[in-house]
């Protein structure tokens, strides 16, 4: 058995990335954040694309999307949706662990 190293970067909520971090960091063009904007998968901080800041839960739902149209071939539309949903999901497991004994 080899042992493989992956490389990765860590992301913390208090770091924000500029657009142009985030397409490097997600491997995607501008355009492709622009789209994502406009679907309402994601909602950058800044009134315009000079100024937009990506917290770490933006890079993690574009991500997110990215394998939903990669493995799935959901269109963006349809990963937004689903993106939706699976947070919602999350927050309702988290309510029931914490009713739990």
């Not at 500029?18 to 998968?41: K, P, T, W």
């Not at 939706?84 to 009713?99: I, M, P, T, V």
């Amino acid at each position: 058995m080899t042992d493989t190293i992956l490389p990765c970067t860590v992301l913390d909520e208090t770091t924000a990335y500029s657009l142009h971090q985030c397409c490097i960091l997600c491997r995607v063009n501008a355009q492709m954040i622009h789209e994502m904007i406009d679907e309402g998968v994601i909602s950058p901080m800044g009134d315009n694309p000079r100024n937009w800041c990506f917290g770490a839960t933006q890079i993690k739902r574009i991500q997110i999307t990215l394998r939903l149209q990669q493995d799935l071939r959901v269109n963006l539309h349809g990963a937004a949706l689903a993106l939706d949903l699976l947070e919602e999901l999350a927050e309702l497991q988290g309510l029931l662990s914490n009713k739990r004994p």
